[in-house]
């Protein structure tokens, strides 16, 4: 066990009789720390340093000099360290670890903007994505969670402000203005890479033909999508074809949310239809404590083997997947 | 009697879920039935994005096959005898007990305590 050193009243004891030994009367600065060390509580069962070493020395140096533009953060700004004055202002929080980069994060007033201009203006999802320049399913996400968080303003329920804030000071933030031209957050049109697509394929095609992105997908696989209708923002690529055919911008544009509105009705009303199918099939019977809903089902329909994934029942003999690792346990879809 | 509709106790330790069953009436209760005619979640869950407390319960049935196994003498358990009964498939076994109280008449206030029947 390491020796239990009373280190209040020893450092005391030293102080004192440093500062006996040393001029009277007292400084104030000597004056604070005897009667800081004498206040200190006595429960640290670490021995003190017997020496300052050099750790501690460069620290004391390097806070005192150019550490001292750290000591206040400036609100808006990040305060991530940096060598020396010649390095410009990074977005690597960890010196070492320079693949971590910070990325800016959306403030609070875009935030609000995005809600606004779904939910009040009724603007597309995809129209907005695409006029903000910010990924759809980021949209979407904002919005369900600004909607949590005007329903519990309405309940009354107290929301963490000061620390949404603070912690929204220290991170590079973006943000936009209405009605202007605003810098895109994030690529939006962007495609992940198709296992299909990572095979070689030699295709014999003659030079004078066009080969366009639906025959390289036909050529990948007959029945694969191109890239311009796999795209989340397929409109996108459509206003642009018509801008290089010499329509105006503004024509083009106008089109766009056209197709985009069309594309959310079709979207919505398939979800509408899907619905009224299940409700077709569904008996509700409502008692006194819970509504019991029966839905029809086809218990042949257990395929070929009998094991079927989507066939109804618990299955026999399975196992519980509940220990097994890499198994996702938690939803991972919005309901 | 040789052919019951039961249920088959599935799930985790106070987490049941039950196959709707045509079994062998002499055989394990989770042992391979004659066939799966569905499922039943005995635990009521709310519907997302629902606040109002109210709750349901999830059943899957095959109504037709139930009917046939119901009219070649196929006797359901009580829980299915009740649950069949909802869809109509069977007369119910058991009738409301509670003492029946007249509705309030409109503009006097509800009476929350059960009069004798008169």
Redesign the interface.
């Known amino acids: 066990m390491p020796p239990r050193l009373l280190i209040p009243s020893a450092s005391a004891a030293a102080a004192a009789s440093a500062v006996t030994r040393s001029t009277l009367p007292l400084n104030v600065n000597q004056l604070i720390s005897l009667l800081r060390s004498q206040t200190k509580a006595n429960f640290s069962t670490t021995s003190n340093r017997t020496h300052f070493s050099k750790g501690r020395r460069l620290f004391r140096q390097w806070i005192k000099g150019f550490g001292a533009t750290f000591r206040k953060h400036v609100p808006g700004d990040t305060n991530y360290l940096r060598r020396n004055d010649f390095d410009s202002k990074s977005d690597k929080p960890f010196p070492i670890n320079p693949q971590f980069r910070s990325e800016p994060v959306l403030d609070d007033h875009a935030r609000e903007l995005i809600w606004e201009k779904v939910m009040r203006n009724g603007e597309a999802i995809k129209a907005v994505s695409a006029e903000l320049g910010v990924d759809i399913r980021r949209v979407a996400a904002i919005v369900r969670l600004k909607e949590v968080e005007k329903d519990w303003l309405a309940k009354g329920q107290i929301l963490a402000k000061p620390y949404a804030k603070a912690i929204l000071a220290m991170l590079p933030t973006h943000t936009f203005k209405a009605d202007q031209r605003n810098e895109p957050f994030e690529p939006i049109n962007e495609l992940h890479v198709h296992p299909y697509t990572m095979k070689q394929i030699f295709w014999p095609t003659s030079e004078s033909r066009h080969f366009t992105r639906a025959d390289a997908a036909k050529a990948f696989h007959p029945k694969m999508l191109s890239a311009d209708e796999r795209v989340p923002h397929p409109e996108l690529i459509q206003m642009e074809k018509e801008v290089l055919e010499g329509h105006s911008l503004w024509d083009a544009s106008e089109r766009f949310k056209q197709a985009v509105m069309e594309s959310e009705r079709r979207a919505a009303q398939k979800e509408i239809e899907k619905a009224s199918i299940e409700e077709k099939y569904t008996t509700r019977v409502h008692t006194k404590r819970f509504e019991y809903r029966f839905k029809q089902i086809n218990s042949e329909n257990v395929g070929s083997k009998g094991r079927a994934r989507n066939a109804v029942g618990w299955r026999y003999g399975a196992p519980h997947y509940d220990r097994s690792k890499g198994e996702i346990k938690i939803p991972t879809s919005v309901p | 009697m040789v052919l019951k509709i039961r249920l088959?106790r599935?799930?985790?330790r106070n987490a049941p879920?039950y196959?709707i069953v045509v079994a062998h009436a002499r055989t394990a209760r989770?042992d391979?039935p004659l066939?799966?005619?569905?499922?039943y979640d005995p635990i009521?869950k709310p519907d997302?994005?629902d606040n109002s407390g109210?709750?349901?319960?999830?059943?899957?049935?095959?109504?037709l096959?139930t009917k046939y196994w119901i009219g070649v003498g196929a006797q359901p358990t009580d829980t299915m005898w009740r649950?069949l009964s909802?869809?109509g498939i069977v007369e119910p076994k058991y009738r409301n007990t509670d003492p029946r109280t007249p509705p309030p008449l409109p503009g006097q206030p509800r009476d929350t305590k059960p009069q004798a029947p008169q």
């Open positions: 088959a599935f799930g985790r879920f196959n989770n391979r066939e799966v005619l569905g499922t009521p997302p994005y109210r709750l349901h319960k999830d059943i899957k049935l095959d109504t096959r649950l909802m869809l």
